[in-house]
């Protein structure tokens, strides 16, 4: 299950919002000035919506990166590295969420938005078209070198086809 995504009103009729894994804590804190609002707050409002989307393969190798157990960051239980430690190697990791496994920090990031987003801007360029603040902080770094994902490439692009859509026609 998802959890209910946030809207921050950052102009008069744009609210931004994000994913986790694509910026999200980092954006969070940069928009803490920002009044939050709820997704039907947003659609009452009539406010235009804009989204910061990641690669979602490069989000993918991200989120094992960041929650793959080792040595230096042992396993905490309220976190999603519990899951993981099942899933040694980002081979067996890409079999379980192909298979199901269920969490906001790999699924599809379009798919956990249940109003339509209207502006589209890739994550990766987000110090470059970012404006309403100085430049992010970056929090959640990854704990391990991010993955080379081979291991069911085809299916994993399958899977994440509609936030692969959206990126390649991102604006920026």
């Not at 009044?35 to 659609?43: E, I």
């Not at 969490?103 to 309403?132: C, G, K, M, S, V």
């Not at 993955?147 to 604006?171: C, G, M, T």
Request: contains cysteine.
């Amino acid at each position: 299950m998802t959890a209910a995504k946030i809207y921050w009103k950052v102009e008069p009729e744009l609210a931004l919002t994000a994913t986790e894994k694509a910026g999200f804590t980092s954006i969070q804190a940069a928009c803490s000035r920002y009044p939050r609002l709820s997704a039907d707050m947003v659609q009452q409002r009539g406010l235009r919506v804009c989204l910061y989307l990641r690669h979602p393969i490069v989000r993918f190798a991200s989120a094992y990166a960041y929650f793959a157990p080792n040595d230096n960051y042992p396993i905490q239980p309220s976190r999603a590295a519990y899951r993981l430690a099942r899933y040694p190697s980002i081979e067996a990791f890409t079999d379980a969420v192909l298979e199901g496994m269920p969490n906001e920090h790999w699924e599809p990031q379009l798919a956990q938005h249940t109003i339509p987003i209207d502006e589209i801007y890739r994550f990766e360029n987000i110090n470059e078209t970012w404006q309403w603040n100085d430049r992010l902080q970056h929090h959640n770094k990854g704990r391990i070198e991010k993955p080379v994902i081979q291991h069911r490439l085809a299916e994993l692009e399958a899977y994440y086809s509609e936030d692969l859509d959206a990126w390649e026609n991102a604006l920026k």
